[in-house]
């Protein structure tokens, strides 16, 4: 059971328990006259009621779930009533936010207000963070409505330095961690899995400018250049720095919203990575300051949360979160320079595939930036998107895609009802399109289960989309010509379109299986030859696509008064976007083949054991593995028996089979080095060259990886260390690893180590 | 931590829940299973599942003293939130006394719930345990469990959790209203719907 369901904090509204009724002294009974109510005492009714139960019977209507009950807390447990005191404690922290401060003290608070930022970001609530600082309290408590009220201290009077340079940091942070809220909460994410936007009630300065909190911020920076000589070189530097760094944050967020060029978004993000050095070499200048952080401040939170710890990575960890953080921030602003829709979808792909993923504040900027009212990256239309992937992938120079049919008016003109259709569908397959988007931008986990719903959606966005080609075609007069020696077919260009997504997408569904450690060992082998099943549908479709796309070409060539130098282009576009997709759905395929015969034989080795499993059978497992696939009519989920008997191969030799994998590797490594050799254009990875790039060598590292297991597999055979069929426990000589996802050179192929046992 | 015993008391007895022991082992319950937790569950939520399912609740005693040495909870209800609908169990807690781990009590307790959720006609049996707790995914995982998903950040320490499912008869998929609409792949209610 998860206990996060324990806090039932956001329906509360209006109820603050910082009212004097619930703080101080004994409850005053609640008024019980009132214009038109009338009080009915029902103590007696009550107790007698209850008299009639037993002791632990349970009283609750149908519709109370499990949930709900989660949320209770039992009062005066000390463990789950945070107004609970201890003999003799006091209710509120008894630190004085008035006492003056050193400068090094002022850095140490600092600094530990960057690592609660940081356990933030990362996903824990604000009440085991950053309120737990007695200035932050001291400053939003009461809400104050000018920036002369955001201080620790409120009223007139003079304040020491220390102070305005704390004030001046606490303002920017909280500032910005208003806008990273408001824009975590606008786009789609996950509460309390992603992230916990909750502000318990407390106003993160919204009341006040932004502008005045830099100019605050700018005033404090030039009161600690004035007191270089009082507080040393060294640490005027650090203070500056960390100001400098707040200043910079509200830059980034204010530009980011503006989704315009990217060089330009980027500046103050770079600002951030390079003063973030400078920051962690001089944090040892700091002291710490524990007793300004306090968990009793939860107390004051409008919620019915236990007590829960402060959440506080250290220093390190905060310092390679930040610096990650910074990288991603410059890197996801090179999205806003589009080039095509191949390259977009490259660029979340490999943006989201990063190890650790970026946190959650990026992946909603990722989202912000790439869909807002149907425009993409802020200035393209869902529709020319759209119409350049269809270009790219199935359409080039096609009349479908003329914008001169919509300025057709006469409506028994084919062109009339081209655009007719061709808006039809577009407003079919926006949505879906744009989820595919908004899906790959979610945390791994969500990303896999939101693919599963996906490619349902994609089944009928094929279904609906063959219905139109059929239509067109019509309008068209297309011929059906034959390619692959078969019977003659029609190009059906739309549904082709969607096929080919609704097959990479379940492709990505089993992969995700692998980097989210899914499968068991023994599951290896099946699933590994489910994805090269899946990777080869996805290379046939392609050359299925590229045979009427050649076509179409050689009859356009065939003409030479109608062939221009620009048609010419966008059928290289798209062929070369044919030949990358059937190269790396090869590959797929030859290094997942590969890996499942491996596996196969690790199986018949016996260096693999399935566990006993008295509850199960493989058939009832299979339904559960493969259920997301069940509904997809094509390509059509395998029988069980299938299945099983394509992925054991008995009647493959176990030599044959490591044969195999090693000829599997070899097509694999051709087909990846020709990948590898592919510029950006014609690996449609435009601002994402050098991810995709680090992917491709990571996938011919695992090949070398499966020849070394074969290898070893091939020796053990032969020296006698293994034998077909297993050998008994005591006997067998070497045994099998599964590294980690992480510790492969990619996720997606978990390559087993055969190590010798040691005796 | 407790030193582990090296051998069980001779035949442990374990013994399904009925309310009227409710004073006698519902204490046991909570400090046995509050041990591993940051958080305690309050007394509600034990006898939510125990009021409701005692008798898929069970628990291994010590011959001796019949001292509660594991504990095993769960529930079992029509799930439908996805076609079509299924009678799901689900194991809610399960935890053994420190001393005795590693002598399969845990084990026994699981296949006692599975049982006796089976003989209620359960389609299938799920829960969820944290991504770095090995020993619990191996015990299930021998039992015939599967990891159907992994939940993001699903524990308020901020680690992962695993969805394992045991399926017991095969679900036919012809209860799906619609074949062609969004069927529900899920297994729980919140899977696309921002919480």
Known sequence: MAQEEASVSQEFTGLSIDHPVYCYGQPQPPPVTSEGVIAIDITRNFLDAAATLEPGQLVKDGYFTLFESVGAIEIMDPKMDSGCLAPDESLDEDYDVTRPLLPAEVLGIIDQLLCLEMAWHLGYPLSQTLLTNVYIEAMLVPNPTTIKEADFIRGEGPRDPMFIVLRAYCLGLLKACLHVNERIKYEHYYEEEDFVTTTYHRSL???????????????????????????????????????????????????????????????????????????????????????????KLQRRLASTMPPRPIVQPSFEET???????????????????????????????????QKPQPLVYIRTLLQWFLIQDMVVLGRVSIRQVLDDDLSIVALPCSRLLDPANDEVEAPHDTRFAIAHQMELFRQRV???????????????????????????????????AEEIDQLLQVQLEEKPITYDGSTPAYSIPLSSWAYLYKVRLMEWIVQLGFELETYQPDEMAGMYWYLSYLAKTRAKHAERIKAFTVQRLNELRAHPFSNTA???ATFTTSLSYLRATILDATSTLELADALSCLYTVLGRLRLIVPPPRPYSSDELRYEIRMKPFAPISLPRLPSYDNFVRLSAQHETSTAGLLDFAQRAVVNAKMGYDVLGKMGEKEAFTANAHERWLAGIKNCNKSGIAINIAVAAIRRALESGAAKEGGMAPGEQKVMVELPKPAKSYHEWWIVPKIVEKKS | MAARVAELPAELKYIQYEHSLESQYLPAIRALISKDLSEPYSIYVYRYFLYQWGHLCFMALDPVDSSLIGVV???????????????????????????????????????????????????????????????????????????????????????????????????????????????????????????
């Open chain 1, 205 to 295: 300065l919204e009341n006040i400018d932004d502008i005045e909190i830099r100019d605050e911020i700018m005033a404090a920076k030039r009161l600690v250049h004035s007191l270089r000589p009082k507080i040393s070189d060294e640490m005027a530097d650090a203070l500056s720095f960390r100001l400098e760094l707040r200043t910079a944050f509200l830059r980034a967020i204010e530009l980011a919203e503006l989704r315009s060029h990217w060089e330009s978004l980027s500046l103050p993000w770079s600002q951030m990575k390079a003063i973030w050095e400078p920051i962690n070499r001089s944090r040892h200048l700091g002291t710490p300051v524990p007793e300004a952080f306090s968990t």
């Open chain 1, 319 to 353: 310092y390679e979160h930040f610096k990650k953080f910074f990288a991603d921030g410059i890197d996801l602003l090179k999205i806003l320079n589009y080039t095509d829709s191949q390259s977009l979808l490259n660029f979340v792909v490999t943006f989201q595939a």
């Open chain 1, 430 to 464: 926006a949505p879906s399109y744009l989820d595919i988007f908004k899906a790959l931008c979610q945390n791994r986990c969500r990303v896999r289960r939101a693919l599963c719903h996906a490619i349902q959606d994609w089944e009928t966005v094929q279904m609906d």
């Open chain 1, 566 to 568: 620009a048609m010419e």
């Open chain 2, 73 to 195: 909870i769960c529930k079992l209800e029509h799930h439908a939130s996805h076609s079509p609908p299924t009678r799901r169990g689900y194991i809610a807690m399960l935890a053994v006394a420190a001393p005795y781990r590693g002598h399969g009590v845990a084990t026994v307790l699981v296949k006692k719930a599975i049982d006796a959720m089976a003989q209620k006609n359960a389609d299938e049996v799920v829960l969820e345990t944290e991504e770095t707790n090995i020993p619990a995914m191996r015990l299930y995982e021998r039992l015939g469990f599967l990891r159907s998903k992994k939940l993001h950040r699903y524990y308020l320490n901020g680690n992962s959790a695993y969805r394992l499912v045991l399926l017991l008869r095969h679900i036919d998929p012809d209860g799906h209203e619609d074949p062609n609409g969004a069927a529900d792949l899920s297994l729980d209610d919140m899977d696309t719907a921002p919480r």
